[in-house]
């Protein structure tokens, strides 16, 4: 099965705000940077071709222009312009994705027909798989987990892998991080 990726970035600028009390804005873009190119080549070793979600292209991918509609909107109209392409919607901010992480969400979506992983905290959407064009509406933001399992009927859920479940957002995300010696 071939799937495609999307990957919804910010304006650089924008990326990381929550962590201003912590990084300049420099240091904000440099570790948005990072964690983009770890993703993006880790989806390329896991032979995922990716496209990214935003206001400004993406230098060397394909590019979907983001119109401001909100990322749920804007997510659901790139995901019906696909048609029912293997679609693999992933965040750009998980600094530990291995290519392993991709392929086991991706084979769990090929025998349910969605799978989602969660943050480490259970409460937001880190990834989300979806094998065919069934019914789905994207719910990200706060509490986006019990929303996209509820509008799933039986996703299967990939908990427990560091590289899917942690995400940079919060100042204790980062400490987490760089405890591992990421950052």
């Known amino acids: 099965m071939i799937w495609t990726a999307i990957v919804p970035l910010k304006l650089r600028a924008q990326r990381k705000s929550r962590l201003a009390p912590r990084l300049s804005s420099h240091e904000r ?18 032979r995922v ?5 935003s206001p400004v292209p993406w230098v060397g991918l394909p ?13 659901n109209r790139v995901r019906t312009k696909l048609g029912g392409v293997p679609l693999l919607v992933i965040s750009g901010d998980l600094p530990l994705l291995t290519a392993g ?14 799978a989602i992983a969660p943050d480490r905290h259970g409460q937001g ?19 986006s987990f019990a929303r996209h399992l509820a509008a799933s009927q039986g996703a299967a859920i990939v908990r427990d ?11 204790a995300d980062l ?7 990421w950052w």
């Open 29 to 46: 873009q440099t570790l948005s940077d990072r964690m983009v190119a770890r993703v993006l080549a880790t989806l390329e070793e896991a």
């Open 49 to 53: 071709p990716a496209w990214v979600l």
């Open 63 to 75: 590019w979907e222009p983001d119109h401001g509609a909100g990322l749920n909107a804007e997510l």
């Open 101 to 114: 992480d991709v392929r086991l969400l991706l084979a769990r979506a090929e025998v349910q027909g969605v």
């Open 125 to 143: 959407t880190n990834a989300i798989a979806l094998r065919d064009a069934r019914p789905f509406a994207f719910a990200f933001g706060t509490g």
């Open 161 to 171: 892998r560091p590289g899917l479940a942690l995400d940079i957002d919060t100042a």
């Open 175 to 181: 400490d987490e991080v760089c405890r591992l010696g």
